[in-house]
């Protein structure tokens, strides 16, 4: 799974499946502290030959103010 904030991909996961549940909860797979105030485009892309799965369950985003 490719990750890309507007247009840039900046970050990349993958998981080989465990048998006999092949899925992860309560798993981040992706994170950034870096990202600045404003609109953002977020892309999740497929990336392999192989059939794959992907279920979005939530996202968090977390705005801290900068107290001046």
């Given at each position: 799974v490719n990750f890309s904030i507007n247009g840039s991909q900046?970050?990349?996961y993958s998981h080989t499946p465990?048998?006999?549940d092949?899925?992860?909860y309560n798993t981040s797979i992706y994170?950034?502290?870096s990202l600045p105030l404003g609109e953002h485009?977020?892309?999740v892309?497929?990336?392999s030959t192989d059939p794959s799965v992907f279920?979005?369950?939530y996202?968090?985003?977390?705005?801290?103010?900068s107290v001046t």
């Amino acid at each position: 799974v490719n990750f890309s904030i507007n247009g840039s991909q900046v970050g990349f996961y993958s998981h080989t499946p465990d048998i006999p549940d092949p899925f992860l909860y309560n798993t981040s797979i992706y994170a950034s502290s870096s990202l600045p105030l404003g609109e953002h485009v977020f892309s999740v892309t497929l990336g392999s030959t192989d059939p794959s799965v992907f279920f979005f369950d939530y996202l968090v985003y977390r705005y801290v103010k900068s107290v001046t």
